[in-house]
């Protein structure tokens, strides 16, 4: 089997999996008009594709993102700079050493959107960094086509260390699919802090997979603010004993769009910790839809697994849905979850205000506040990068 | 405690045991409008009534299992080996001596008259698909209280029931509720009227004696204005090769300033399908408190909700499981928010035993035209052995205007210097674990009546036998 091979058996797949619906509990709180088979279809219709408006914001961080070693403009990869550490190849370069992991990686998709993105296996890169060393690698996804897939793997060797900094933007117009892997051997470490932005009209879908061998270690801050639905899943596959997780998020989100997040954190093996904690600002009428699952194999005992969901609603149209599912079946094992939603506390703002600072600015600060900690363990340079 | 170490041998002797089936009315195995036809005639019903349960049962037939997100389980009943009415008399009895010695020794055995001399107001047996015995206090009568089966309430008061009866749980709310309305025969019917207060519970006691019988009790409860109630049932049957459906129906209706209290405790056998829908609306300032304690069964989905439509209404519900070996206990809670200033508490605690599997399964829902809602949720799980399993499925739905939602949940095993304290000072392993089970569930238990949590406390020691050693 080689690429050709999997993207092929990835469209007749395609062809098969039903568009995403109601009864599929992790849909269940999407927004269907724009992830069902009438929001997708004037996408994959390509004689009439959605127009979106230019959008200053987009563009301009696409400018102040002049110094990335790498780029995936509609799966194409643009190497830029390889950091000394590491190797970055395209698939098809890649795929004769890696053949079995990537036909693993590919044929794990399970929905019409990440199958999608399987039809392309030969785009995207692969990243390997070599063991022991330790390598910074800042790196940007541009989705311009109206409909775009990316993918990208990133193999972290034996007590190798990366610090990734990604930038993805979806431009007006635009579905864009991408897929990405992250397998850790043994003592690997990722510190991972990545910003994401989609235009008006457009559709901005992507799933994320972690494998974390025995003793790895993730710290991993996401930021994601849009005028357009988004649609982020993140899978972590906790593989080995003594691996650290800590993922969080902060979504803001605006006018009348919905920000949906789903994750799983999976426990096959015991003695490991994870952290998940999502946080989202909702104003105007935009929703959020996040559904969590914390998986914990019979095998897995001795596991510290936490997940937390909070969102700040800052007008009476927003609303806030949420999903934290345990799934326990080990019975030595410290799990728990947690979720609320409120307002903007009145007594802050009325401090505030009491001190001069207008309204908006006062609720801006309280976003801010409430945003800060997503970042707060990742190293210096690379919040700054992020944010 | 270790995986292998799960075998149990739950006294069950209160419960498991069976008198012969003579019925005088039985519509046969399998479900079809034949059946419907047969009950309601049987039953001597309005032609709105059977109307209501051929619509329901069109429901029923179009609807799938839920099985999309609900235990696959559900697949192994066969709707075609059920029998959906069995009945020995349509006479209703007021005196213990007028009720037929097998089916009077039958609730003796489960204390029933006893506990109505100490402590009821009112009690309503039901032994398969008809109330047996249903008796009320005198004094209550006067202050025009009704406390009858769904039967009588039905022909002797329709404007009840024309107006509130299937509007809380409408037909096609579920395929279990639709199957209810079609073949549904007993349950209780209780009025209270404005202002009046009952000191002292009502009962309902339901049995099942028949095996591969389905038992579909309807209640509707009315609390009128200012009026204020609190109604019990408790629930067994043998145990049987064939599975057994226990498919209830349960409505509330909390008008201005009503409270209503309703307690469950079930210890169905191990075969038994027990899938209950029980809703309450509550108006303005209204309160519904749900204390549910599910301990029997195969698998139990069952999720009591308040609908909170009057401004102020409050919900609550109280929920213990106990999940032993091939039990499944899919139990939860739904607080639906549709007015202002309405609060409601949901606090759920599971254990699991053996390879006994506790789900909680929930929805809080705010609608974006309310303000100053509050919902507080909690949720904890104690996982006794290796192979236990234990869920959380919430859902948490918050829009408007200053609402908060606060939900949490945490699962652990028993702490293990608690068990190293008690077993100092002498206790054996399988008390000290049973104590500390019982600690873990006694802020809830609390919640029920006295007599109730005695036994409860005493069921729980039962469920723990075998589960260490």
Known sequence: MDLSDISNAAKKAFADIEFPHRKDEYW???NLKAWGVDGLLPFFASSQPPKGQPCQKARLIKEGLGGVALTLSDGRPGILKVPEGAQIMTMGQAYAANARRLQEFFMS?????????ATRAGDGVFVCIEEGASVELDMAVFSNAHISAAGAYFLLKKNSKLRLNKTSITFGGSLSSSRFGFELEEGASLEYAQAKFSDRAALMFEREDFYLGDSSSVVDAMSQEGLADSRSERNFNILGRGVSLDSRAFIKASGDTVADLRTKQIHRVGSSKSNLAVKAALDDSSALAFTGLVDVCEQAQKTQAYQSCRALLLNRDALAQASPILEICANDV???HGCAVAEPDAEELFYMRQRGLPLDIAREMIVESFAATTF???????????? | MQQGQDTFDVDRSAGDFKYAEDYAYDAGVGLNEDVVRYISKVKGEDEWVLNFRLSALKAFEKMPNPTHWAPKKLDELDFSKIRYYLAKSQQKKRSWDEVPDDVKQTFERLGVPEQERAFLAGVDAQFDSESAYTNMKEHLAKDGVIFCDSTEGMRRYPEFFKKYFGKVIPISDSKYSALNSAVFSGGSFVYVPKGVKLKQPLQAYFRINAESFGQFERTLIIADEGAELMYMEGCTAPRF??????SGVVELVALKGA?????????WSDNVFNLVTQRGMAEEDAQIRWVDC???????????????????????????ALATTKQHQDTGAKMIHLASGTTSNITSKSVSIGSGRASYRGLVYMAKNTSGCKNNTVCDALLINANSRTDTYPAVVCGGENNSVQHEASVSKINEEQIFYMRQRGLSEQEAVSLSVNGFVNDLVKEFPMEY?????????????????
């Open chain 2, 259 to 267: 409270k209503i209290q309703y307690v469950t405790v079930q210890n």
């Open chain 2, 453 to 469: 949590s005695v036994e409860l406390r005493r069921l729980i020691d039962l469920q723990m036998e075998g589960s260490v050693g």
């Open chain 2, 241 to 246: 090769e064939t599975g057994t459906l226990h």
């Open chain 1, 28 to 30: 269940r709180f999407a």
């Open chain 1, 334 to 336: 410290e799990c728990s």
């Open chain 2, 294 to 320: 599910n301990i029997g069964s195969g698998i139990t989905m069952k999720y009591p909700a308040v609908i909170l439509k009057g401004a102020r209404a409050r919900g609550e519900v109280v929920s213990i």
């Open chain 1, 109 to 117: 998709a399970t929905g019409k959107l990440d199958m999608f993105e």
């Open chain 1, 376 to 387: 707060a363990l990742l190293p210096d340079g690379l919040k700054l990068r992020a944010l």
